[in-house]
């Protein structure tokens, strides 16, 4: 008998119940006996010994589904050995719970945050796999996370509709896109919608460049200039500034987000008409695609593997197409961010893209 917590923290996204529907398949589909723990709304969950008893039956029909059934929340890692508003010790407490419990190990779905508290657990003794979410695709050890692809789908969609009216009126069309602080996600649906300007966080812009390529453009004939920006985009003199001078020019910043910025840029020093669309949280709603559903649906069978196995420590991963198993002190406090000469950044210039840099 394995009495297994699962857990599903930070940020949701598509896939996340493909991903647990495929470990419970695994498990089911094995002679051992299982109990399931669904701990709800994320550390919480587990903090506050607030879980229900699961089957199989509460993972049938899910893998299409959207979110998570199990809520989620975000417990920040920074404030994690802080305790809490009634004095509770927030680690002791979720070590509690386990042992309460009587559990044989935890199945932790998240991003980066929750696999900084994913490995304090392990560090702590407890059983833990994980599995790699995010719409953002910076986890790092793993080539990419589920969600992701749907995003990129979502977001590929809106640059596509914005394209046509953009067309039709001659104007400078931004979309911002999702990504925190790095831009896979802009620079794939950038790509894909084929954005003629893309601005990412981990390559400065340079407004004038952006202006050029505008120009260049018109030179050309064409009537419209579609710009895709991360909302992590940052300016090259702002790259500049320290952390705290950097935190404390935002907080005066009259613009809701950067691309308001770089829009009021672009009027003030062009004259033209720009507008912006910020499709926002619509990016990690609705069903999974079907990349995604095949993608966490092999890396949930991976970890039900590896619970059969009792092999803890490790997050499913995906590296060169390969599922595979990487030690969570690896993957935890780490950013994967795109390089600025990775090849793909290299191929869409080649392409004619600029990046504003
Ligand atoms: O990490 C996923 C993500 O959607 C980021 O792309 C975005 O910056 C952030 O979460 C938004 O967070 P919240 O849902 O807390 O507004």
């Given at each position: 008998?394995?009495?297994?917590?699962?857990?599903?923290?930070?940020?949701?996204?598509?896939?996340?119940?493909?991903a647990?529907?495929?470990?419970?398949?695994?498990?089911?589909?094995?002679?051992?006996?299982v109990?399931?723990?669904?701990?709800?709304?994320?550390?919480?969950?587990?903090?506050?010994?607030?879980?229900?008893?699961?089957?199989?039956?509460?993972?049938?029909?899910?893998?299409?589904?959207?979110?998570?059934?199990l809520?989620?929340?975000?417990?920040?890692?920074?404030?994690?050995?802080?305790?809490d508003?009634?004095?509770?010790?927030?680690?002791?407490?979720?070590?509690?719970?386990?042992?309460?419990?009587?559990?044989?190990?935890?199945?932790?779905?998240?991003?980066?945050g929750?696999?900084?508290?994913?490995?304090?657990?392990?560090?702590?003794?407890?059983?833990?796999?994980?599995?790699?979410?995010?719409?953002?695709?910076?986890?790092?050890?793993?080539?990419?996370?589920?969600?992701?692809?749907?995003?990129?789908?979502?977001?590929t969609?809106?640059?596509?509709?914005?394209?046509?009216?953009?067309?039709?009126?001659?104007?400078v069309?931004?979309?911002?896109?999702?990504?925190?602080?790095?831009?896979?996600?802009?620079?794939?649906?950038?790509?894909?919608?084929?954005?003629?300007?893309?601005?990412?966080?981990?390559?400065?812009?340079?407004?004038?460049?952006?202006?050029?390529k505008?120009?260049?453009?018109?030179?050309?004939?064409?009537?419209?200039?579609?710009?895709?920006?991360?909302?992590?985009?940052?300016?090259?003199?702002?790259?500049?500034?320290?952390?705290?001078?950097?935190?404390?020019?935002?907080?005066?910043?009259?613009?809701?987000?950067?691309?308001?910025?770089?829009?009021?840029?672009?009027?003030?020093?062009?004259?033209?008409?720009?507008?912006?669309?910020?499709?926002?949280?619509?990016?990690?709603?609705?069903?999974?695609?079907?990349?995604d559903?095949?993608?966490?649906?092999?890396?949930?069978a991976?970890?039900?593997?590896?619970?059969?196995?009792?092999?803890?420590?490790?997050?499913?991963?995906?590296?060169?197409?390969?599922?595979?198993?990487?030690p969570?002190?690896?993957?935890?406090?780490?950013?994967?961010?795109?390089?600025?000469?990775?090849?793909?950044?290299?191929?869409?210039?080649?392409?004619?893209?600029?990046?504003?840099?």
């Amino acid at each position: 008998m394995k009495r297994i917590g699962m857990l599903t923290s930070g940020g949701d996204c598509q896939a996340l119940n493909a991903a647990m529907r495929g470990v419970v398949k695994t498990l089911a589909n094995s002679r051992e006996k299982v109990e399931i723990y669904g701990f709800l709304d994320g550390y919480r969950g587990l903090i506050y010994s607030n879980f229900q008893m699961l089957t199989g039956k509460d993972f049938s029909g899910i893998l299409t589904k959207g979110g998570t059934i199990l809520g989620t929340s975000r417990t920040p890692f920074k404030t994690i050995h802080e305790p809490d508003e009634n004095g509770v010790d927030k680690v002791e407490s979720m070590k509690q719970t386990y042992h309460k419990l009587q559990l044989d190990c935890l199945v932790i779905l998240g991003g980066n945050g929750t696999h900084k508290t994913a490995n304090l657990l392990r560090e702590e003794g407890l059983n833990v796999v994980t599995l790699p979410k995010t719409i953002d695709n910076d986890l790092w050890g793993t080539d990419m996370t589920f969600g992701f692809q749907s995003a990129v789908n979502i977001a590929t969609d809106a640059i596509d509709c914005i394209h046509t009216t953009a067309a039709s009126h001659g104007r400078v069309f931004i979309v911002e896109v999702m990504g925190h602080k790095v831009g896979w996600l802009t620079l794939n649906a950038g790509m894909a919608g084929g954005a003629d300007i893309i601005l990412l966080p981990e390559i400065p812009y340079d407004i004038d460049k952006v202006i050029d390529k505008i120009e260049e453009r018109d030179k050309k004939g064409s009537r419209f200039t579609i710009i895709a920006v991360a909302e992590g985009a940052i300016s090259k003199e702002d790259a500049k500034l320290s952390k705290k001078d950097y935190k404390k020019k935002m907080e005066k910043n009259p613009y809701p987000s950067v691309s308001y910025e770089v829009a009021a840029k672009i009027q003030e020093k062009t004259g033209r008409e720009v507008r912006v669309t910020v499709p926002g949280h619509m990016q990690r709603g609705g069903s999974p695609c079907p990349y995604d559903r095949v993608f966490a649906s092999r890396l949930g069978a991976e970890a039900g593997r590896m619970i059969l196995d009792g092999e803890y420590g490790f997050m499913v991963g995906y590296k060169n197409r390969e599922v595979v198993r990487v030690p969570l002190e690896e993957v935890a406090g780490k950013l994967k961010m795109v390089a600025p000469d990775a090849t793909i950044v290299q191929e869409a210039k080649l392409l004619g893209i600029s990046f504003g840099d």
